[in-house]
């Protein structure tokens, strides 16, 4: 029986497929060949959870830095409405991994079980050795490409030259094993049995996407001027360039019928731009029946590419890209903090100094081991007792105990501000400074 629900999507080349193809090669590469460069000793991605420590190519970042992915997930937010403002849901037709990973199932399923005509027949005919065969082979295809994605995922979080062999042999911790399941059967389901429903049903973006469109909008349209009415067109029968043939729709990953109008349910791939183009290619007629337009341009007006809304995000998206620069450029591999001795908050010593003590913690956020000093800025006269080196090895914690000491007559207030420097000796002089406050007493 045949599934009436189901799209029997058909295949066409064009311009916009070639770029939509080339990119989701380019994308799936990139998601799948990444976890296997290393940087040095390490895997160039890895989040490693159980450590909190997240490294990006020579980067290490710790959960402190989180505020740069917040700030990142707002970029990419800004990035995705400007877009959208420009050109619509671009990105759902090219880039989106639902769309991608759905792209390289329907890529298998015509491999295996033929053109859209041989698949329509293929399950229309009884059960049988070829169709247990085709189904049986396209089903395993999705699963090995389902499984391959959940390894690779999990490959991020654990590394993935060791998760790979441990895996097939068993030999795999339960949680990843797990995750690699759960994740293999999520993307079997969503890219090979769900396809546009998560477009059409679940994609919260398709909801509220027509928001940020307007007049100037670039986005799939027919141009019902020129198509209308549709229908055979000869010398007497005042039809447009529309023949009725509904390749358009046939070739809609989402099923509908781009003539009627922009619907929520257009995912902007243009695969009926380059379906309608090829039918005017062979009745000689222009193409662009079907193309990239906006409402103005339809209506005969002029579109303005520049507009407010367009240009803030733009300043907005720079400001912000230059500030998560500035900040990674800043960023200190160091991590210090500085909490003063329990019991007394000063003590006298046998010379008449007072004498405030702390303990000193230092986080080494670099890659590599590093050798640090301790110097007392910001108060002339006052003596520091610290250790003469510490050696800290990369995402290692120490805290050590520094006092800071002031002749009586220096103590002119109860609170006098200082700063403590930590600086890394050798090659790399990694620096970071903490404020604090020297308490001496009150008669003071």
Not at 6 to 32: A, P, V
Not at 38 to 67: A, C, I, K, S
Not at 272 to 298: F, H, W
Request: net charge positive; proline share 5%.
């Amino acid at each position: 029986m045949i599934d009436l629900d189901r799209i029997y999507q058909r295949k066409i080349k064009g311009t916009y497929q070639r770029l939509r193809r080339y990119g989701s090669w380019g994308l799936l590469c990139l998601y799948f060949l990444t976890p296997w460069f290393m940087w040095g000793e390490r895997q160039l991605v890895l989040f490693d959870l159980p450590q909190r420590q997240f490294h990006v190519f020579h980067m290490t970042f710790w959960p402190q830095d989180f505020f740069l992915l917040a700030l990142l997930l707002i970029i990419s937010a800004f990035g995705l409405f400007m877009v959208t403002v420009y050109a619509g849901r671009i990105w759902c037709g090219y880039t989106c991994p639902q769309t991608v990973w759905t792209q390289l199932f329907v890529w298998l399923e015509m491999k295996i079980e033929g053109s859209r005509n041989q698949r329509i027949k293929l399950d229309a005919a009884p059960w049988g050795f070829q169709k247990l065969l085709r189904k049986s082979s396209k089903h395993l295809s999705w699963g090995a490409v389902a499984l391959a994605t959940g390894i690779t995922f999990i490959g991020y979080f654990t590394p993935i030259r060791a998760l790979v062999p441990d895996f097939f042999t068993l030999d795999a911790n339960f949680q990843a094993a797990l995750w690699i399941m759960i994740f293999g059967v999520l993307t079997y389901l969503n890219a090979g049995w769900m396809r546009e429903k998560v477009c059409i049903y679940m994609c919260p973006y398709a909801r509220f996407q027509s928001v940020m469109f307007d007049e100037d909008t670039k986005v799939v349209s027919y141009d019902v001027g020129r198509g209308e009415p549709r229908g055979k067109k000869t010398p007497t029968s005042g039809a447009g360039d529309c023949v009725d043939c509904g390749v358009c729709v046939q070739v809609c990953p989402t099923g509908i019928d781009i003539r009627d109008g922009l619907q929520y349910e257009c995912i902007g791939c243009a695969l009926c731009i380059d379906a309608c183009d090829s039918v005017m290619q062979k009745l000689e007629r222009p193409k662009g029946l079907i193309r990239y337009s906006t409402e103005n341009e339809l209506a005969g007006k002029i579109t303005h590419f520049l507009r407010p809304r367009l240009i803030g995000y733009a300043i907005a998206m720079t400001v912000m890209v230059v500030s998560l620069t500035v900040f990674l450029a800043l960023r200190s591999p160091l991590e210090l903090s500085i909490e003063r001795g329990r019991g007394q908050l000063f003590t006298e010593a046998l010379n008449g100094d007072i004498v405030n003590s702390m303990q000193v913690s230092i986080l080494n956020k670099s890659e590599n081991t590093q050798t640090f000093e301790f110097f007392l800025e910001g108060r002339p006269g006052a003596q520091l007792s610290a250790p003469e080196q510490v050696i800290i090895a990369p995402g290692e914690r120490v805290t050590k105990p520094v006092q800071v000491s002031l002749e009586p007559q220096k103590v002119v207030q109860a609170r006098l501000p200082f700063t403590l420097r930590i600086e890394a000796v050798g090659g790399n002089r990694a620096t970071g400074t903490i404020d604090s406050t020297f308490i001496g007493p009150e008669r003071w």
